[in-house]
């Protein structure tokens, strides 16, 4: 007995998997600055914690949505996926330098373990989600099945 195809919604699913990885980054950084003797110094270096909260929520939306999009996308295209991991590959790249900048002004030597390490763990999460969710190499050999009937 075979299971029923599931149906997608890019919308939905990327909007639970940035409020996930959202949620995971905030934890990560509160705990950092906890454990620091620095109870929320993250939060106030990047704007105050109602602020950094809601514009951290809103961008990790729109990287859901658009990570879920372009995997539901790479169904029909392959190549898509190429793209994506170049995408995540310059975002990294860029949090990167931000932390450069933010050791710089306000959060020390520690802005690497709070901006970066965050960062990663968010990846994480994403990564342990999707792959739990979306099967993509299966999806993909369903995919090229289909393509060659």
């Known amino acids: 007995m075979s299971t029923p195809a599931r149906t997608h919604n890019s919308l939905r699913e990327g909007a639970r998997l940035g409020l996930i990885v ?5 934890l990560w950084i509160a705990i950092v600055d906890l454990v620091a003797g620095e109870p929320w110094r993250t939060f106030t270096v990047l704007g105050g914690v109602v602020t950094f909260t809601i514009g951290h929520y809103l961008l990790n939306l729109v990287y859901g949505i658009a990570i879920v999009s372009a995997i539901h996308g790479a169904q029909r295209e392959p190549s898509l996926l190429i793209g994506v991991a170049f995408g995540l590959l310059i975002v990294e790249f860029g ?3 931000v932390t450069v900048l933010l050791s710089h002004v306000g959060l020390g030597e520690l802005a690497w373990v709070r ?5 990663l763990v968010g990846a994480l999460v994403a990564f342990l989600l999707l ?3 979306h099967p993509l ?3 993909l050999k369903d995919a090229e099945a289909a393509e060659d009937e």
């Not at 959202?22 to 905030?26: F, G, Q, V």
């Not at 901006?115 to 960062?119: C, D, T």
């Open 22 to 26: 959202a949620t995971s980054i905030w």
């Open 137 to 139: 190499a299966l999806e």
């Open 115 to 119: 901006i970066l390490g965050g960062s």
């Open 131 to 133: 792959r739990r969710t």
């Open 95 to 97: 949090l990167a330098m």
